[in-house]
């Protein structure tokens, strides 16, 4: 496997003064199935677009197996696109859809009728080889536009929100199912959405855009237990933030102020110096725990009282007061549902391993 | 609400009337069986259409107008359609003015347009014709097919262009696989309207045309004759109905490919 399959190497792309794109460099691998996630106009489908070649780096080189591509028109570079809108052409039918991409291959009508035949029953569009764009609900068109990019066997096959037009039961299906397609063809794919569940549960690795700067780039687990910055902790899931200041270091731990619950030690993974007084600490709604008694064999359990809940089934989200801390916290819990606790009045459990040190910056 | 339904319902009568009953007058005179275009009317009759059909000057304008109707539609188009692909695909410095410039003969009276086109084509040493008269034709309907086409290739999606060269075309095929099929309806609504009001033109025929008539300038040159009149009358109603149709079908083309568009949107 190609580490470097592509490569980006210090792209921005600016439009007059809004740089979309700043100073970004990426590795993919090959084989991958990687993402870019981030809020509306953070420069996802920018960063997309450019791998393309449907815009140009204002700055910066762009390699896709060894070449450098940075030049070269869409129609040039070893990539496909499956666009958020799907672009199926609408007048013509669903194989002449996929066949257009073939025309400019040189191969041989056999070759060109087996690889559609093999394209079409891949995303079980068989049966719909003459129905035309509006005859095709949201997930056909998407398998059309799908067939159509994969159809040409290219290196890297760039998807943009490809998913994003679908309900939600369809898209949960096809998240599994572009899922195993990547794993069982094995093109590397570069997959933008702005959903992060979607991104956490799909990809290989994730960057996590903002503002067109990468803020983290790591597997899924790491971006949602160890969380680079505020940006990342708040973006991925949820979590409680609690205001802090460290003091003493000790080794890769540091006694951090919690509130006005006293000095926690606490691992200290980003190595925040002491004496440092804008400090965050994320915790997990699920990662804290809620119970009638008081959990001694926690580090720290809390008089709380809870505020409101509300049920989700699989869970229950509780909004509680703590003493000694300034806000509301949201703890979830699978194990007791909202009728657990009439009174109102719990304990707030906390273990020290689940506090993600961030700085403010 | 009722009555205020009813108000309006007496006025797009009215409104109707008032634009339509006078262009009614012609066809109803065409067939009546006199001279004079006066009440009351005196007899049903093919007569005057009859005549006409005999007359080989009418056939020569006809023939004229059609000509110069092909052409000034189909230069005007292509034109147009590469003016509205700019205007549309690039925002570039000056892009407002030079949209202006383009529409600018719509809005300018066609009178010193003609006077205009006369004193240079003259000065250029030029014989006055039907190229002239062309020239001209081309001039004044490239606002309107540009406007029919900046309206369709406005709500045209650009990703499908995009889409094509993504799949290996490039920008050459890309316009005759994708674009062009897609404008299609657009094109030949842009045709027929430019064919249409090439026809129709009156002052820059009559100024710059020389010694062959097109059609409208023959029906004036006929005016002069009182009794020739109801041949007049009869052609008249003809182009009405023939306008009318070819009117129709353009519109409903428009419509048909934006109707079109609209499903092809998720
Ligand atoms: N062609 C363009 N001209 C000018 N500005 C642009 C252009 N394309 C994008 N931008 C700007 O660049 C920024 C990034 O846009 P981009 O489309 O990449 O965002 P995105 O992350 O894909 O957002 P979304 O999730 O809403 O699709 C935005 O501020 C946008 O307004
Ligand atoms: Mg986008």
């Known amino acids: 496997m190609n580490e470097k399959y592509i490569e980006v190497r210090n792209i921005s792309k600016h439009f007059g003064k809004v740089k979309a794109v700043d100073d970004i460099s990426i590795e993919i691998k090959e ?12 420069g996802k489908t920018t960063l997309l ?72 029953s891949l995303v ?31 290196k890297v096959l760039l998807l943009d929100e490809p998913l994003g037009a679908l309900d939600k039961k369809l898209r949960d299906e096809m998240q599994l199912e572009l899922r195993n397609l990547q794993k069982s063809i094995g093109i590397t794919f570069v997959f933008v959405t702005h959903d992060q569940e979607e991104a956490i549960s799909m990809s290989d690795r994730v960057a996590v855009m903002n ?51 006293g000095n926690f030690k606490v691992d200290n993974r980003l190595n925040i110096s002491a004496n440092t007084s804008d400090i965050v600490c994320s915790i997990r709604p699920e990662a804290m725990m809620i119970s009638r008694e008081v959990q001694s064999d926690w580090d720290i359990s809390l008089p709380a009282s809870i505020k409101q809940t509300s049920y989700y089934g699989e869970m229950t989200r509780f909004y509680v007061e703590v003493k000694g801390i300034d806000q509301v916290l949201t703890v979830s819990s699978q194990h007791f549902d909202n009728q657990s606790f009439q009174t109102g009045e719990c304990f707030v459990s906390i273990g020290l391993e689940d506090i993600a040190l961030l700085e403010k910056k | 609400m009722e009555q205020k339904n009813n108000s309006l319902l007496v006025y797009t009568i009215f409104y109707f009337l008032f634009l339509y009953i006078p262009v009614l007058f012609l066809p109803l005179f065409s067939f009546n069986d006199s001279n004079y275009m006066s009440f009351p009317l005196s007899g049903f009759t093919f007569r005057h259409y009859e005549d006409m059909w005999s007359k080989t000057p009418v056939f020569r304008a ?36 030079s949209y202006a410039a383009v529409l600018l003969p719509f809005l300018i009276p066609e009178i010193i347009l003609a006077v205009s086109l006369i004193v240079i084509w003259l000065s250029l040493g030029f014989k006055l014709g039907l190229v002239p008269v062309t020239i001209g034709h081309i001039l004044f309907c490239t606002p309107f097919c ?107 083309l428009m419509n048909l490919g934006q109707a079109k568009e609209k499903d092809f949107k998720i």
Request: a neutral charge.
């Open chain 1, 124 to 154: 079980k569009l068989e049966g719909y080889e003459e129905r035309y764009s509006n005859q095709l609900s949201g997930g056909q068109r998407q398998r059309v536009a799908l067939a159509r990019a994969l159809v040409r066997r290219p």
């Open chain 1, 49 to 120: 677009r450019l791998l393309a070649g449907f815009e140009y780096p204002t700055k910066g080189d762009l390699l896709i197996d060894g070449i450098d591509v940075t030049a070269l028109p869409p129609n040039k570079r070893p990539t496909n696109m499956v666009f958020q809108n799907y672009a199926i052409f609408p007048h013509i039918n669903v194989v002449k859809n996929i066949q257009f991409g073939l025309r400019k291959l040189g191969l041989t009508k056999a070759e060109n009728d087996q690889r559609v035949e093999e394209v079409l």
């Open chain 2, 62 to 97: 006809l023939w004229v107008s059609v000509k110069v109707g092909v052409i000034a539609s189909v230069v005007s188009t292509v034109i147009a359609l590469m003016a509205a692909k700019a205007f549309t695909k690039y925002k570039f410095i000056g892009s407002r003015v």
């Open chain 2, 146 to 252: 540009m406007l029919i086409l900046v309206s369709r290739i406005e709500g045209f999606d650009s990703s499908l262009e995009e889409a094509s060269r993504d799949l290996g075309e490039n920008a050459w095929g890309t316009f005759w696989k994708v674009s062009f099929p897609l404008y299609l309806p657009g094109i030949i609504a842009s045709l027929l309207l430019g064919f249409i009001i090439s026809f129709d033109e009156f002052i820059l025929a009559f100024f710059l045309s020389g010694s062959d008539p097109t059609l409208p300038m023959y029906m004036w040159n006929q005016l002069r004759f009182i009794k020739k009149l109801p041949h007049v009358l009869a052609l008249g109603a003809i182009i009405i109905v023939a306008t009318t149709f070819v009117v129709l079908l353009a519109y409903w």
């Open chain 1, 211 to 261: 503002e067109g700067k990468i803020q983290q780039l790591s597997q899924p687990n790491e971006l949602y237990k160890n969380p680079n910055n505020i940006f990342v902790s708040d973006f991925i899931g949820e979590t409680n933030f609690l205001n802090g200041k460290t003091n003493e270091k000790h080794g890769d731990k540091i006694d951090v102020a919690i509130e006005s619950l």
């Open chain 1, 31 to 42: 084989g991958e199935f990687f993402s870019l996630l981030g809020p509306s106009g953070c």
